[in-house]
């Protein structure tokens, strides 16, 4: 088992035939990834080479995709300004799930294509996201698949480099899924929506959630643990360091008060049964002790 993406998942690139659709097309693939198809309305009908006699043929529509492959997941490695039609045309081709690594998006167009994706039945994922990984089974996105294998851990983060961290300093349990859920302050899929996948995943153990300053996510999904998560959570918040009054790299938000900056985030945690370390291999430390404890 795993959340969101398993082995069986049938993966579309929404540009796949740009530099970065090519250049992680050709490492999902060599992960395991079924990549079935790509999407690009000027060169449809062809196919792509990838390395390891594969190739990939070239839809110009999602919906074409979907019908002729049977997909149900899609990357989006479209630009900014583009990005907003590609999301709002593979939500209304039915898409179930949908992972847009696209940076720099406007939140003005996120906010409506998240809005327009509601009751649709689309998981978005991101933007500005690394994706996620189910190691053993699939990948989704542009986290390195040979951090970690697969495991018992469940990992949730707003971070792209701190998931690689978390997963390379936890490689010896190895992890059931890690999501990327990005850091901008819309996205499609909160860490309360992964908390609540994990919980009801027979194959994930325990959990570690990475947040960082700014906004209320921490804090809601802190709640949210008090009252409906039973497994073990670890938590690590980016930014003890940082002065208050400002929004560090992608935060969601300022700082105002005590919501927002990290203490505030690791005491509404800790309120909540969840252990925090203070630095990523702290955290990693505290998931370690659990782990060791469940296994004996």
């Known amino acids: 088992m795993a959340i969101f993406l398993t082995a069986d998942s049938k993966v579309i690139v929404q540009g796949m035939t740009g530099s970065e ?32 006699d594969v190739s990939v043929p070239v839809f110009g529509t999602v919906a074409e995709a979907m019908t002729e492959t049977g997909a149900d997941v899609s990357v989006v490695f479209v630009p900014p300004a583009f990005a907003k039609a590609a999301v709002v045309e593979a939500v209304d081709a039915g898409i179930g799930l949908l992972v847009v690594i696209t940076e720099g998006i406007a939140v003005k167009d996120a906010a409506e294509f ?13 933007p500005n996201c690394p994706g996620l990984i189910s190691p053993g089974q699939s990948n989704a996105g542009i986290i390195p698949a040979n951090i970690s294998g697969p495991g018992r851990v469940g990992l949730v983060s707003k971070s792209g480099t701190l998931t690689y961290q978390m997963m390379y300093e936890l490689r010896d349990f190895g992890f059931s899924s890690a999501v990327g859920i990005g850091g901008d302050p819309v996205i499609g899929t909160t860490h309360i929506d992964c908390l609540e996948a994990f919980e009801n995943d027979p194959d994930t153990d325990a959990i570690v959630m990475i947040g960082e300053i700014g906004g209320d996510a921490e804090e809601r ?5 008090k009252e409906h998560v039973t497994k073990p959570v670890v938590g690590y918040v980016a930014g003890f360091t940082a002065p208050e009054g400002k929004t560090m790299g992608h935060a969601g938000a300022i700082v105002s008060g005590s919501a927002g900056t990290a203490q505030g985030k690791k005491e509404a945690l800790e309120a909540a049964g969840v252990k925090v370390g203070r630095t990523p291999s702290e955290t990693a430390d505290l998931m370690r002790q659990i782990m060791q404890g469940l296994q004996t």
């Not at 999902?28 to 060169?43: D, E, F, H, Q, W």
């Not at 998240?114 to 991101?126: A, E, P, Q």
């Not at 999904?221 to 643990?225: D, R």
Request: charged content about 15%; glycine content about 18%.
């Open 221 to 225: 999904a802190a709640a949210y643990v």
């Open 21 to 52: 659709g090519m250049k992680h097309t050709t490492r999902m693939l060599a992960s395991g990834t079924r990549i079935v198809g790509g999407v690009n309305p000027r060169k449809a009908g062809t196919s792509v080479d990838f390395p390891g």
């Open 114 to 126: 998240y809005n327009h994706s509601l009751g649709k039945g689309t998981r978005i994922i991101g």
